[in-house]
């Protein structure tokens, strides 16, 4: 049985190098606002080159969107590794979970390390307009998986893969309004479940013959 190594020096370094960046970029804009902050001042700010920045991310938005990344084929990846569930369903308690844990992917988190976050990225036009980019790729991802569960066609499963992440990203756009405007997510808890439950009832309602 092989057993996988850990990361080399090198790419540890690397790894800490891009954190390094990631975060002296989040901690000016924060402090100063997207667009006041300069490529060449988080540079500065993280002590490497700017060469060396655009190695790592190779556009000022990439330092803060990056971050989602790592959730593009999240919905896909519930939806390939779900049980017995419809895919619905299986996405329906991946997003219940994620408000019980306070995923800030939901919207329901109050750290303030992430409202400021939260608030950077959407009250900033050219990180909103970039971030429908990762919403397509998130769409096509999702479609690709229910065309497998389902058998539908690649059409019906777009329109429903569609559909299902601009539900997703309502929810957490709202929760995320309510925490900024001063609730707590304790607070919030009950109310963002019952919206995620008549959120996927609508959608079952609407998608019963592809993916209910």
Same mark, same amino acid.
């Given at each position: 049985?092989?057993?996988?190594?850990?990361?080399?020096?090198?790419?540890?370094?690397?790894?800490?190098?891009?954190?390094?960046?990631?975060?002296?970029?989040?901690?000016?804009?924060?402090?100063?606002?997207?667009?006041?902050?300069?490529?060449?001042?988080?540079?500065?700010?993280?002590?490497?080159?700017?060469?060396?920045?655009?190695?790592?991310?190779?556009?000022?938005?990439?330092?803060?969107?990056?971050?989602?990344?790592?959730?593009?084929?999240?919905?896909?990846?519930?939806?390939?590794?779900?049980?017995?569930?419809?895919?619905?369903?299986?996405?329906?308690?991946?997003?219940?979970?994620?408000?019980?844990?306070?995923?800030?992917?939901?919207?329901?988190?109050?750290?303030?390390?992430?409202?400021?976050?939260?608030?950077?990225?959407?009250?900033?036009?050219?990180?909103? &307009?970039?971030?429908?980019?990762? *919403? =397509? @790729?998130?769409?096509?991802? %999702?479609?690709?998986? +229910?065309?497998?569960?389902? #058998?539908?066609?690649?059409?019906?499963?777009?329109?429903?893969?569609?559909?299902?992440?601009?539900?997703?990203?309502?929810?957490?756009?709202?929760?995320?309004?309510?925490?900024?405007?001063?609730?707590?997510?304790?607070?919030?808890? &009950?109310?963002?479940?019952?919206? *995620? =439950? @008549?959120?996927?009832?609508? %959608?079952?309602?609407? +998608?019963?013959?592809?993916? #209910?």
């Amino acid at each position: 049985m092989a057993v996988m190594s850990e990361p080399g020096l090198r790419e540890r370094k690397k790894q800490r190098t891009r954190q390094a960046i990631s975060d002296a970029a989040i901690r000016l804009f924060v402090e100063r606002g997207f667009d006041a902050v300069s490529v060449a001042e988080v540079a500065a700010a993280a002590e490497v080159s700017k060469p060396t920045l655009f190695n790592y991310f190779p556009t000022k938005e990439d330092l803060v969107l990056h971050r989602f990344a790592d959730h593009v084929d999240e919905s896909a990846r519930v939806v390939r590794e779900r049980a017995e569930n419809s895919p619905l369903d299986a996405l329906h308690r991946h997003f219940v979970a994620g408000l019980r844990e306070r995923d800030p992917i939901t919207g329901l988190c109050d750290a303030q390390e992430v409202l400021a976050f939260s608030g950077l990225v959407y009250g900033t036009p050219a990180l909103v &307009a970039r971030l429908s980019q990762f *919403a =397509d @790729r998130s769409t096509r991802a %999702l479609a690709g998986e +229910l065309r497998t569960a389902t #058998g539908a066609d690649a059409l019906t499963c777009l329109l429903a893969a569609g559909q299902i992440t601009t539900v997703l990203r309502l929810l957490a756009l709202e929760n995320h309004r309510l925490l900024a405007e001063g609730r707590s997510a304790d607070e919030r808890h &009950a109310d963002a479940v019952r919206e *995620a =439950d @008549r959120g996927f009832d609508l %959608l079952r309602t609407g +998608l019963a013959a592809c993916c #209910g």
